[in-house]
């Protein structure tokens, strides 16, 4: 006993998430599949370089 409650809220966050559509940005999609690489910062310094895991010299 006791479950109703649980259920129906299970029901309806399954629903939710069946029929939730997050917006989607079709130009950077397009971008993603044609391989374009946009940079998301225009005021990164492009001689700034952050170590990649290999460069990082072990502690």
């Known amino acids: 006993m006791g479950r ?3 259920k129906a809220k ?3 966050i399954a ?4 029929y939730f559509t997050p ?11 044609a391989g374009v690489h946009l940079p ?3 005021d990164a310094d492009p001689t ?3 170590p990649d895991r290999d ?4 502690r």
Not at 23 to 33: F, I, R, V, Y
Not at 55 to 58: A, F, L
């Open 23 to 33: 917006p989607t940005d079709l130009t950077a999609l397009q971008h993603e599949l």
């Open 55 to 58: 460069d990082r010299t072990p």
């Open 4 to 6: 109703g409650r649980a």
């Open 48 to 50: 700034d370089h952050t």
């Open 10 to 12: 299970q029901t309806r």
């Open 40 to 42: 998301e910062n225009d």
């Open 15 to 18: 629903r939710e998430l069946k």
